[in-house]
């Protein structure tokens, strides 16, 4: 089963190639993921810090913005590709244009 997934993406991902970046290509087949660090590794690095707002520049997917939001009443992220932004909006993560991000602030 999963070398059938990984034969559709290695097609899928050709022939988008002709037409999107490598980023808009990641988040139209959801894959390029990263792990940055757990939730339990956040509260142990802030010591629980928590706050009103706060930001996540270039958001890619928001996977790793995802253990901070519990922290934050409000969420707000950036990201150029347009499917990433679409995946950023179905995390429910308020999403900000790359220009105009300082006009939301101040962030926590």
Do not use: C
């Not at 002709?18 to 956040?42: E, P």
């Amino acid at each position: 089963d999963w070398i059938l997934t990984q034969i559709y993406h290695n097609f899928a991902k050709a022939f988008l190639s002709l037409f999107y970046t490598q980023t808009d290509i990641n988040g139209i087949l959801q894959r390029g993921s990263m792990f940055v660090l757990s939730r339990d590794q956040f509260l142990n690095l802030t010591d629980g810090i928590s706050g009103e707002s706060m930001i996540d520049l270039g958001a890619g997917d928001g996977l790793p913005t995802l253990s901070m939001v519990d922290s934050f009443q409000t969420v707000y992220a950036t990201e150029a590709s347009v499917p990433m932004r679409n995946l950023l909006k179905s995390r429910k993560i308020q999403v900000v244009e790359v220009d105009a991000w300082t006009k939301e602030g101040p962030f926590d």
